[in-house]
Nanobody, 118 residues
Framework: QVQLVESGGGLVQAGGSLRLSCAAS????????MGWFRQAPGKEREFVAA????????TYADSVKGRFTLSRDSGKNTVYLQMNSLKPEDTAVYYC???????????WGQGTQVTVSS
């Protein structure tokens, strides 16, 4: 069983930066994909970024490309989402998630609030 715990959210001004962390307990195997999603008030949850645990290959939503960077530390079972040039529209609860290849995300963290003021 994989458990995910996010941290690093907070309040930041537009143009600022935050780094979110997602620590995974339990064994993360090489066939896992770790992802970040976000949900703003009144909106559906949307994909932000994902990383292959084995290869480190990343994918990003168009809305965050060039501003967000996703990385992993295999030794710490942790993924990091570095968020730069933040915009008010990035305000949301950010969720870490995990899945195995070719499957749906079935492990979710509790979420961390990110608020970007204009």
């Amino acid at each position: 069983q994989v458990q995910l715990v996010e941290s690093g959210g907070g309040l930041v001004q537009a143009g600022g930066s935050l780094r979110l962390s997602c620590a995974a307990s339990g064994r993360i195997f090489n066939n896992y994909v770790m992802g970040w999603f976000r949900q703003a008030p009144g909106k559906e949850r949307e994909f932000v970024a994902a990383i292959s645990w084995s290869t480190g290959i990343t994918t990003y939503a168009d809305s965050v490309k060039g501003r967000f960077t996703l990385s992993r530390d295999s030794g710490k079972n942790t993924v990091y989402l570095q968020m730069n040039s933040l915009k008010p529209e990035d305000t949301a609860v950010y969720y870490c998630a995990a899945r195995v290849l070719a499957a749906e995300y079935n492990h979710w963290g509790q979420g961390t609030q990110v608020t970007v003021s204009s």
